[in-house]
């Protein structure tokens, strides 16, 4: 039954922080907000990687570090060993180990109350397409002195009934009907014994009104991370039946006798066929687009996303909702060591569906693509950056060269590359109103593909939920860079002099390369959970501490 194929496609689609003060002695971050006085303290394993799990209060201080950096530059040496002009290490977003695993989803999808409205409204549309295109079975009856057979039954004319729906806790979807008409004409031949065997055949016309549905559908969360219908109950009522054979010739009228014995029977067998039919298709056809969800979604060099659910779909007041992990692996290998914060849920029933997005999503996927080591690129296809690396330049442009004559003399009409990939895992938070971002990367600058020096660049980002948008249910965002300090500079080769005016300039050009880069992948978004013609409209994205609200109206076209 496309009703219940319906629903299970809804069910399943879909101010700045306060300025802190940093200290570390090595294994242990001590985090003091300046405004409310609170100390926390985190712990580093010994090889300084983050402990798993992660509970919210610890998560809370991920992504509001600002970086404390030691400004003491040195001269670089002239024995040609390498010598640090920066002293000061990048802050890592390390936190405390938690004893007990998390069982808060990273994504939530929700249907409320307007949305199974909806839902039940093209359930309805659908359902009346089925019941105009289905085939009607013949059947026969043999009891003791009557025997009936059926066949070539047609549906002459159907309006549909009113559905309405309700949820039935915990995990159950119910449906019922008024009203509606249907006429059924078919051939009939029916044998009845008075004394003797009579047989008679002709043809009838039944007319139905008022047909009374009570559905029931059952979810569960399969073996493969998916919702299920496990099961369809199905009750069917005919309010109004009236029945009257045609044809039958001489022997007819005997027969018409019978009329209310056999429309009683004719009665009965049609509210089965209809339940059987109903409960049929929502197994087969309910089931088969289920299995369709996209639970585990392909990016890019063999990360993958996992959507799957995470327990069974569940009432929630008014609502339905379908909690999903959310986690991206390494080809399908879940060992994420840090787990999801609990949502925060705001209302939507303005809206028909919702998706609840931890920030936990984003952080898996940055945790996987650094311990893979996706998380970096050359810097040598921007033109700008092009320019600024040339050991040679005229005289009213600006070049490294310019800056340290030891490259000009050393490496004449030679174009440098910069290499940057991320020292850390990059840690991101949603909070009210914006995003936070906090990155720190080793970049590292060559001359014919000889090292010349590298350094780290601990950096601030920041999102404002204005510049997040939805469309095709994909998720696009736009990048500010608060802040750029970099840090231990380290030089591969004697005689360059001091360096500390390159990398500032070297930072401040490549500023604004970086931003285009963030953004240029921003716009490439961030798959949410999907179906085939289902569109999503008037969204509306909020942002709360560690949950990113897309509330939206739902527009299905598969019709």
Known sequence: MRLVLFFALFLTSVGASSMRKVSSNGTTNE???VNDENLVRVSLNEDGSTPIPLSDDDFAELSNLHSHVNENSLAAGNNGQEEQLHTAEPIKPNIRARNAASTNPGTLLRLTKKGLDYGTEIGSRLLETFVRTMAIPDFESDERSLRSRVRNL???QFSMPVLTNRLISPSSLGFKSNGGSAAIRGDFQVKKKILFWISVSGWFEASISNLGLDIQMQLVNNALGKPQISKVSCRADIGNFSFKIHGGGIAGWVVNLFRGMIGKKLKSKVQELVCKKIEQY????GNSFISNMATDVRLFDGLRLDYGLTGAPNVHGVSF?????GETTINGKSDTPFQPNALQLPPTDTKMAAVFLSDYVIN??????HKAG???FQLDKSRKVVEFLRSNCDQKDICIGRLIPALEAKYPNTTGSLHIKTSTQPAMQFMPGQVNLIADVVAELKFAN???FSFNVHGNFDVKSIEIASANSIITAKATINDLKVTNVQTMVPD??????VIASLVQVGKPIAEVFLNDLGQKGFLLPSWRGLQLKNIDISLFSHTLSIACDMLYTNI
Not at 282 to 285: D, L, Y
């Open 31 to 33: 985090f003091i907000d």
């Open 154 to 156: 047609k549906l002459t």
């Open 282 to 285: 929502g197994m087969e056809r």
């Open 321 to 325: 909702d379908l909690p999903l992990k």
């Open 364 to 369: 898996s996927f940055l945790y996987q693509a």
């Open 374 to 376: 996706l998380s970096q």
């Open 450 to 452: 000889t090292p010349i």
């Open 496 to 501: 360059l002099g001091p360096v500390g005016d």
